[in-house]
């Protein structure tokens, strides 16, 4: 039995970031979010039965079903050799470029 049998995955888009709660989530701040490869997307994850607010109305995702999708090579979050050669610009250029209403958590690129 997995360890992760009570953990649930959301992913998210990355103008939704600067609504995250990290009190009800497992990650600590925007730094400790993986982004996908073309910088659009994030997951958060937690635990137990109750949705955080932010993330009410999103597919949710077992550990099962999200590292299916992490491991896709035809997916958005596999980053072979030669992306990665580009990811932090790809990313960085996604992030400046995204309307933030409130403020941009991900100031830490610039």
Known sequence: ?????????????????EDINYDEIIETDSKSLRLSED???????FEGDTTPSFLDGLTQYTHSEIKAILRDTSGIWYI????????????SNFIDNVGWSKYNPFNWFG
């Open 80 to 91: 072979d050799s030669t992306e990665a050669l580009t990811w932090t610009d790809t990313v």
């Open 39 to 45: 910088g659009a997307y994030t997951f958060v994850k």
């Open 1 to 17: 039995m997995s360890k992760y049998t009570n953990r649930k995955y959301v992913i998210i888009p990355l103008s939704k970031v």
